[in-house]
């Protein structure tokens, strides 16, 4: 099981309702920061997303409304609850390197594409995006798991160790019969969550996201503001709402939302035209919590 909590949902500048961005992503023992923007460590204690668990924490791109929260978060931890466990500090070198050398507890690792960090079960995976130079979108991959059909199993003697033996060896000896992995049991296919960073609409992210069960996606203008949107390198909702139907994602959560939306209602009116293009989207909202088995 996964839980994602948006911590803030706001883009480049903060509101009365929205924070700066950053993600907290919850699954089984570890916790995972996406982005860290001002106030994040508050915005941890306000949603009860456990900020002293931290084991990780990605930056997609060196923009201030992105990773200047890791400043707070980590003196904060320095000062109240300073961690035994190292907290990997996925970003650009000037500021992994400075934190790595003011903080023990921080462990600096560069960004690039491919596979970044490990751990029990997945994997974080970074792509390039079209924003700034050295942007980043981030993919969470959860390894497929050997599920049981247990009445077959059971009706063919599997007990016990047997469950675990056939597993690492493919087979196992009942009796004197053979009974195969694959004529026990299925796979089921690990979750998979994208996270897009700041970013025009590019193949790279169409490619990250196919399949996943969420796409986070920047919608940082509406459509009427589109030519605005390409100068600054960012998408409109139609656009995540777009990619997220050639995709083919289970659900989209758009985020990164301009400050010009403070109005709820003036929000609420761009909803219907974004759900005629992918229905599954929601607007993220700072504290919106989302479940993912």
């Not at 996964?2 to 992503?25: D, H, K, N, Q």
């Not at 978060?73 to 500090?89: C, S």
């Not at 605005?228 to 139609?238: G, Q």
Request: with cysteine; charged share 30%.
């Amino acid at each position: 099981m996964l839980w994602i909590t948006f911590l803030g949902t706001s883009g480049s500048a903060p509101t009365v309702e929205r924070g700066m961005p950053a993600i907290a992503l919850k699954y089984e023992k570890e916790l995972l920061v996406f982005d860290c923007g001002e106030g994040t460590q508050r915005q941890m204690m306000k949603y009860k997303a456990g900020y002293g668990s931290t084991n990780a924490i990605f930056i997609s791109h060196p923009h201030l409304d992105h990773y200047l929260g890791v400043f707070g978060l980590f003196e904060t931890l320095n000062l109240m609850a300073r961690p035994r466990h190292k907290i990997y500090l996925h970003s650009f070198e000037e500021l992994g390197k400075a934190m790595e050398e003011k903080y023990p507890f921080v462990a600096y690792a560069p960004v690039k594409k491919g596979v970044i960090y490990k751990g029990e079960g997945f994997e974080i995976e970074a792509f390039s995006v079209k924003h700034t130079k050295g942007a980043y979108g981030f993919i969470f991959r959860e390894n497929d798991r050997v599920k049981f059909h247990e009445k077959k199993a059971h009706s063919l003697g599997l007990r016990g160790r047997m469950f675990s033996e056939i597993q690492k060896k493919g087979s196992v000896m009942v009796g004197k019969k053979k009974v195969k992995l694959e004529d026990v049991s299925w796979t089921k296919k690990g979750i998979k969550v994208v996270y897009s960073g700041d970013t025009l609409p590019c193949p790279d992210l169409s490619k990250a996201a196919e399949n996943a069960d969420l796409l986070v996606c920047e919608g940082t203008l509406d459509e009427s503001l589109k030519e605005e949107a390409k100068e600054r390198l960012h998408c409109t909702m139609e656009d995540a709402a777009e990619i997220a139907k050639k995709a083919k994602v289970k659900q989209l959560a758009i985020t990164h939302i301009s400050p010009r939306y403070s109005d709820k209602k003036e929000l609420e009116k761009f909803e219907k035209p974004v759900k005629k293009i992918f229905k599954n989207t929601v607007f993220a909202y700072d504290g919106m919590k989302m479940e993912i088995n």
